[in-house]
Structures are given as structure tokens and as C-alpha cells.
DNA sequence: TGATTCGGTAAAGTTTCTATACCGTCACCG
DNA sequence: CGGTGACGGTATAGAAACTTTACCGAATCA
């Protein structure tokens, strides 16, 4: 049944995405839409439309007085699989200023709040060096301002990974020093200078490839339906879930997830979950892992 | 010196994106690259590559042991500006599953590792049920699991607009049985269900509209120079910075930032900033914003 | 009523793109 | 050392896409 619309070409297939986008998202499409999201001729906007009709009749009519296409009542889409996450990264994103409105498909922005990302911004010649370096597998100098030093200091690492806390981005690196594998907060890197060849293998870190499974749960302290409501927040099943998260993040994951403080920190309807095999990742922690 | 840029076709200055793109990030591209990415023919792909030799040719240079063109030492990015948030944001929606490699532009993907996202995913038809009664002013009949009630239940809410706590997206809106403004998680709106008019006006939610200003600090109890390198993560001036954030967020900003809990529930290395103006912040938290 | 703004169509001409064919260079390998 | 494969390049013909221009109809609004 998808025969033909594999071979059409990559602008025109956009553009057939792009209305079926705006169809499923807003319910409605025209041709000066078209028009400005891709710079085309109206009369080429025209024959869009009239293709994804072919192609789909059930899913759009036009609507004479609406003066606009708009979604048919059994709208089953075709080039695209609806994802309500996609939407709401791209609306983080205009939200954080990393991508203009212009950029998504979305037509009319609805009124956006997020709490603040605060964190400052990467230097990209500093990223492109450290990405490089782990797709190379080499040792990269970088002139890095530690926590535990006053100065900024010219140091050898090799980064084998890119991680995320939550808040910052990591280099998850060798650090010649120590000879221990560490993350290094990629805003810290001030400036990178020479390359070499590796000093290690990533495969050595072993912090970084083996997993810890937290298992989280409502707060014991909330009433039943509060705990099946955050049950429902969290998809538990059984009243629990079970997350799985590399041994060397696992610092910053119980911090992001408030399970970092002694149970008593919050109220239960603050703190929301708890941590269930605490002893059992607690045995993982006693090696203190943060970013140098 | 940028003529004859802006009336290329919107996909060849896709493609001539992609070469830079390529270029900056990964230092070099190939007619195979471009094939790839876009599904042109091999001729097509050296048409490209020539045509932005043409526009910047200080920027790349054919590289015959390598089999590819290179960056050149003077690039110079004509079409985009490398933008290090915008790539770990894709890196991230890789991560997290919202993304497929062959959507980003990025050729080689490093080693990705997060803090696990953890929360479930929203329905698409109920995003777009509330996108929709907010572009269109209308009042929304939900079935919404709350936290004080057991059994999920139908209520009308008037939402006008879009809030990320941090960890779930909520509708701001008006709730119809209390008259006031309040957050609904919205994975915690199971279906959705009549539409009508609109019974409030967004313009009264004060504590939407009304910011308040964080000022965050280096943690007191850090040594200066551990103090100067949190000033750098946060991008803090004369060792303090300020947020702007919605008082209806704060609660969650507070959350989200760790400032939440009292000063000693972590240790300073631990807790990294404190909030400066808590009694100017505290006297507008005593009515308690929690989502319902 | 007339202007505007949607939609549509058609024809001519330009640009883009594919398919095909053929050539050159470099690195690798038997 | 020569063959092979994987890059790069070119040229041609023909198809497809696209623009420009022109003109039409229906609905809405002042």
C-alpha cells in the first residue's frame, strides 16, 4: 500500500510530511503554509496538496469556508508516526533558544514556560575537539579549570564519551595524571591545544559500562491514590519501576531524581519516590563520583 | 558577499547546510555523505559539493588520500553557526530515544551516556486536544488522575499555555470547579472529551504572568578557588547570577536547582550554589505550587 | 458591490536531478 | 607489479520539478 512514496525525492517528501504535520498537529494546512515554510511557488504548493490528496484522500477535504485543507475525520497519517515527545523537545528548544520557531513545523507556538536550563553554553570548537578526540581514539590537551584548584591547568585526557548529568555536559575521559577514568565538565575546558595518540582504552572504564538498576517507588508516606498517581507519573507497574543507569552517573541521576537526601529532606508530597534497593546502590557509591 | 545565496532552492541550501555542517563538526564530507543523508544521484552530490566550492572555497579542499573533502584551515561557516547546545540537544534526543541518528546531521555518533529521563511519555491526542483549546481560547473536558482523589475523574479546565517542570510537561490553565489557575501534568490526562467556549481569561493568571528573580551564588562553604569554578559552570558575574523564572514555576525551579530542601541537607560540594534572596523568594512561595 | 483571500488551472520556460557512461588517482592486496 | 575498489571527476540526454505568468471561481468582509 506504500507503493510510490518511497521513491519520490527528499524535498518533495518533506513537504508531505510538513502538511501531514500540520494536519495531525493543527489541524488544518494551506498552500501559503507551504509556501513559507519552503520558499516554493504557490502553483507548486498547489500540486503538493493535490499529491498528498492522491496519495491520501481520507486524510484531508477542503474546507471552502475555513479557506484551508483540513484533517479528515479518519486521518490516519502516512509519513509520519505522531510522537507527543518530539513536539515538546522542539517546544523546549524554542523555549531555550536553541532553535528558532521558524526551524520547527509547529504554526502557532502555544504560551511556553520552563523552569531555567542555567547552565552556560559550550564552547563548539572545544566540543568538536573533544568529539574528534573520542571518534579518533586520540589523547587531547585541554586547559581545564578543576574544582580542586585555583588556577586553570593544562592537562592530558582521553575522552572515549559524551555524558549528561542533567544540568552539564561531561567529557568522560582518561585522565593521564591519575591514570583513572573521570568526567570532565565540558564548560571547565577552557581551550584544547595538542592531540596524540590514545593513552587507554574505554573499554577500560569500568564505571562507565556496567549499569546500576535503581528501583523507585511512590513515597510509602503518601496516601494510597497519591501513590497510584505517581505510579501513573512514573509508569510503574506493581507499584514500582526499574531504571537503568551507568554506574558512573549514577551520582548525578540520584541527585536529578531528589534521591540524593536523607528521606526525611521533604515531605512526601515533594519528594514523590524513594528509592527502593538503596543498600544495594549504596554499596556502588562508596567511591565518590563527581566531575573533577 | 552573500548574493545569489538567498534565492537558491530551500532543498539544495539543505544540502549546502549539510556540507558545512559536516565540514565544522566532523572536518570532512563525501559525495557518498550526501548521497546518504538526502537520496540525491552521485552527479548531484558533486554538482553540490562544486557549488559550494564556488561559494566559499577558502572553507574546503579536496583531499585526495583522504577520498574526501576537508575543512580548510580558514572555514568560515556561510550558511549556519555552529551552535554546541543545539548538537548536544540532538545528542540528548538521540539518547532519549525522540530522535534516529539518520534525522540528525551528525555523521559519527561519540559514546552517549544521560541521567535517565524516567518519565512517561504523553499522549499525543491529548497534547494535541490542549494545544488546540489553547490556540482557539476554548475550555477542555478532561479525565484527569489527580493526586487527592482516587478514581480519575472528568473536569473542565481552560488551559492558555505550556509548562516543563524539569521532569513533566503541564497544561497551565484554569480549573472550572475552584475558579483558579493551576498545573495539570499531562500525563495525567487520560482522555479528553468536549470543547466550549472559554470561561477564563490567561491574562488573570498573575502567577504565570509574574516573574521572580533567583539570585544563585557559589555554596559559601566551598573553598575560593572551588567557588570561582562554580561561578564559571553557572556563568555567574561578580559571583552571583540571576534567573528570571514564572512564580508559578519557582516551586519546581527550586526543585529542579536542589535549593529546595534546607541548607545542610547536603554538603557544600555536593549542593554547589545557594540562593541569596530566600526570604524575598519564600514570602511568595506560602501558598504551595504543586501541580494537581 | 467591490476588494481580498483563499482555492483552482494551464502553458512556457528554466532549473534541478537522474541515469548512464566513461575517465583519473590513490591505497590496498595477492 | 598489476588488478581492484573506492573515491574523485566529467558529459550527455531526458525526465521531473519548479517558477513565472495569467486567468478563473467561491467565500468573506467592509
Redesign the pocket.
Known amino acids: 500500500m506504500d507503493e510510490g512514496r518511497t521513491n519520490?525525492?527528499w524535498?518533495?517528501k518533506r513537504?508531505l510530511e510538513f502538511i501531514e504535520f500540520r494536519l495531525f498537529w493543527e489541524g488544518h494546512v494551506?498552500?501559503?503554509d507551504i509556501v513559507n515554510a519552503f520558499?516554493?511557488?504557490?502553483?507548486?504548493?498547489?500540486?503538493?496538496?493535490?499529491r498528498y490528496l492522491d496519495i491520501a484522500p481520507a486524510n484531508m477535504a477542503?474546507d471552502?469556508?475555513a479557506?484551508?485543507?483540513v484533517r479528515g475525520p479518519d486521518f490516519s497519517p502516512r509519513f509520519l508516526s505522531p510522537d507527543a515527545d518530539r513536539y515538546l523537545a522542539q517546544l523546549r528548544s524554542v523555549s531555550d533558544g536553541i532553535l528558532d520557531q521558524g526551524e520547527t513545523w509547529i504554526g502557532q507556538l502555544p504560551g511556553l514556560g520552563a523552569t531555567p536550563a542555567l547552565v552556560r553554553s559550550v564552547n563548539p570548537k572545544v566540543l568538536r575537539a573533544v568529539i574528534a578526540a573520542i571518534r579518533r581514539g586520540e589523547a587531547l590537551e585541554i586547559l581545564y579549570q578543576s574544582m580542586s584548584q585555583p588556577e586553570p591547568r593544562w592537562r592530558w585526557i582521553a575522552p572515549h564519551a559524551i555524558g549528561f548529568d542533567g544540568f552539564r555536559w561531561h567529557a568522560r575521559a582518561h585522565s593521564e595524571g591519575d591514570d583513572t577514568f573521570k568526567d570532565f565538565v565540558l564548560s571547565r575546558i577552557l581551550e584544547t591545544r595538542a592531540i596524540r595518540p590514545a593513552t587507554a582504552d574505554g573499554n577500560a572504564d569500568l564505571d562507565w559500562i556496567e549499569d546500576v538498576v535503581l528501583e523507585i517507588a511512590p513515597h510509602p508516606g503518601l496516601s494510597p491514590s497519591q501513590q497510584r498517581t505517581i505510579a501513573l507519573d512514573y509508569g510503574m507497574t506493581e507499584g514500582k519501576s526499574k531504571v537503568r543507569v551507568r554506574r558512573a552517573l549514577l551520582y548525578y541521576a540520584l541527585k536529578r531524581l531528589g534521591l540524593d537526601t536523607a528521606p526525611d529532606a521533604r515531605r512526601p508530597q515533594d519528594q514523590h519516590i524513594v528509592l527502593i534497593n538503596r543498600d544495594e546502590v549504596d554499596s556502588l557509591t562508596h567511591k565518590r563520583e563527581e566531575s573533577v
Chains 1, 2 share one sequence.
Open positions: 519520490l525525492r524535498g518533495i513537504r494551506n498552500r501559503s520558499g516554493v511557488s504557490i502553483p507548486q504548493a498547489s500540486t503538493d496538496l493535490n477542503y471552502k469556508s479557506k484551508a485543507y
